[in-house]
Nanobody, 121 residues
């Protein structure tokens, strides 16, 4: 089994910062990518940032220049530094990882439980 455990959400004023963390544990053979999605009330889940093991990174346009994703491969952990937060960033943020659990297994998609980020004055 693979688990993703998130931390770091909370309430922050507009213009403030938060840092999310997500650690993967369990039967992990390799990780192809780790990243973050978010889902606001009444909206579809959307990609925020994704960090591929090969080094490439994708950001949704609305967070470019404000959010930074990073990884600690030794710890199977991904971080999301969020600066200059705006009310429209309010959402539940979900950690996501593409993981192989064995040499002959395919990559499977895993999700964390979600952490609430609220940006409000």
């Amino acid at each position: 089994q693979v688990q993703l455990v998130e931390s770091g959400g909370g309430l922050v004023q507009p213009g403030g910062s938060l840092r999310l963390s997500c650690a993967a544990s369990g039967n992990i053979f390799s990780i192809h990518a780790m990243g973050w999605y978010r889902q606001a009330p009444g909206k579809q889940r959307e990609l925020v940032a994704l960090f591929f093991t090969g080094g490439s990174i994708n950001y949704v346009d609305s967070v470019k220049g404000r959010f930074t994703i990073s990884r600690d491969n030794a710890k199977n952990t991904v971080y999301l530094q969020m600066n200059n937060l705006k009310p429209e960033d309010t959402a539940v943020y979900f950690c996501n990882a593409l993981i192989r659990v064995g040499v002959q297994s395919s990559e499977n998609n895993y999700w964390g439980q979600g952490t609430q980020v609220t940006v409000s004055s």
